[in-house]
């Protein structure tokens, strides 16, 4: 069905490289320090007003700590990740055409969903609509969705349905930009099309708030070329809560949210936040990105979040028919069968004070400090900096209890098996008197 054609080529001539530069510098300096695909670690740390009653609809997502990104779209068709339409310029008219063939497995959905909850992880959060324009979700705004394409279906709704048969939280990604609408373009020159396409976002954002009963999650993103006032985010989140009074929403709508969202990075920034990340260098399916991280890289990123107080939110990029790689699915598969037994150093774990060992980090729920042993050194490990008296001590998988001594600041496990109990990532439950804190000689560097 075309749209607008020839609009948006008018739009597509005035869409010189430089223009387009200047919009990626835009959304790099207004919100992701380093260009918009790279870091989000430096996006705005929310502002100290957090959204109304913001640790009431936090908390449970503060336990979740661990949950699955989608990225899926027409774009998954080209095997050339989410941003192919942008970067190589398609023409719209032969984008759209994709639409025509991209028709999914009936059970995708329920795929990802059982794999989600065997990756040991409690929440998804899947793309309704990437800057692509195409909507997954059945919308009376356009004709550019799945349900009035190809595919026939609603496929928000089978993912909805999907990851509450699996008893995960439901979250929705929603791309602010938006390449196919032909008023995207215009809304800094012209008013009228801007009025015109803030109706179309809130009213798709208003569609998505009351066709699939109740969302967990609102995740915006790439709010370009407008700012606050221009996407008008305040109004649009207020409706976004009066219409789902118990959902969390992220920051990338440039107001403050309930969660910011660090990418491709786990670096902690104040408040609720969040790393989003791919487990190959790539959002969608592209063929031949073979550049998986291991499961104890990401591992080892997920505690990481843990420690720092905040969420994991880990990409798959399912191809068009809605099956998953290999890899994604041997990797996650490894992570959940460790979540199975090493799960309490994990969820509802707390911002932990214990930063210093590279061949360990720990995390933390009230008294109890959770090592995670990423090297394991063999029969002794010590620890420094510790300034709490030691209860108790165990390997938590197995429950069996380690040999421990407290020697100033030194606490030393002996006696531990010669080789590592589990490859990946071995972790020491520790009972404290009181909250863990370190104060090791390394600690010293951070003062200095
Ligand atoms: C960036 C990318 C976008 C991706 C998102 C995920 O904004 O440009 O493609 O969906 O990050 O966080």
Not at 251 to 274: H, I, M, Y
Request: aromatic residues 10%.
């Amino acid at each position: 069905m075309p749209h607008f054609p020839f609009q948006y080529e008018r739009c597509l001539n005035q869409f010189n490289p430089s223009r387009r530069d200047h919009l990626k510098s835009l959304i790099a300096g207004a919100l992701f320090a380093g260009g918009p695909r790279a870091a989000m670690a430096a996006a705005p740390v929310p502002p100290p007003v957090s959204p109304p009653r913001h640790e009431q609809r936090i908390a449970w997502w503060r336990e979740a700590k661990f949950g699955m990104f989608i990225h899926w779209g027409l774009y998954s068709l080209l095997c050339r990740d989410a941003w192919a339409m942008g970067d190589e310029d398609i023409p719209l008219y032969k984008y759209e055409k994709l639409a025509d063939q991209f028709k999914p497995e009936k059970d995708a959905a329920a795929g990802w969903a059982r794999l989600a909850r065997k990756s040991g992880m409690k929440y998804m959060v899947m793309t309704a609509k990437h800057h692509e324009g195409f909507c997954l979700f059945n919308s009376a705004l356009t004709g550019y969705c799945a349900p009035k394409h190809a595919a026939g279906r609603d496929l928000v709704q089978e993912y909805v349905d999907a990851a509450r048969a699996e008893g995960l939280r439901v979250g929705l990604y929603y791309s602010l930009m938006d390449w196919h609408h032909p008023d995207w373009l215009l809304v800094r020159e012209s008013k009228t099309a801007r009025k015109r396409f803030i109706e179309y976002i809130h009213g798709q954002v208003r569609e998505l708030m009351t066709q699939y009963g109740k969302i967990d999650i609102l995740w915006y993103d790439m709010p370009v070329p407008l700012d606050a006032a221009g996407w008008e985010s305040e109004k649009l989140n207020r409706m976004v809560l009066d219409l789902q009074p118990e959902i969390i929403f992220n920051n990338r709508s440039l107001v403050s949210g309930d969660f910011s969202t660090p990418e491709q990075n786990t670096q902690a920034t104040k408040g609720d936040w969040e790393s989003c990340m791919t487990m190959n260098d790539t959002w969608g399916y592209v063929t031949n990105d073979h550049n998986w991280k291991s499961p104890h890289q990401l591992l080892q990123n997920l505690v990481e979040c843990a420690r720092d107080g905040g969420n994991y939110l880990l990409n798959i990029g399912p191809r068009a028919d809605g099956s998953v790689p290999d890899q994604s699915v041997r990797i996650l598969g490894g992570i959940g069968r460790w979540l199975e037994s090493n799960g309490a150093a994990v969820y509802g774990t707390q911002r932990c004070l214990f930063l210093h060992g590279d061949i360990c980090a720990f995390t933390r729920k009230e008294n109890t400090l959770y090592i995670h042993v990423y090297f394991w050194p063999g029969e002794t490990l010590a620890i420094g900096g510790v300034t709490t008296a030691i209860k108790s001590a165990k390997l938590l998988a197995t429950n069996r209890p380690v040999t421990f001594t407290q020697k100033g600041r030194q606490l030393i496990f002996t006696g531990l098996p010669a080789v590592a109990p589990d490859d990946l990532v071995t972790v020491i439950e520790v009972e404290c008197e009181s909250e863990p804190i370190q104060q090791a000689l390394s600690s010293l560097v951070d003062i200095f």
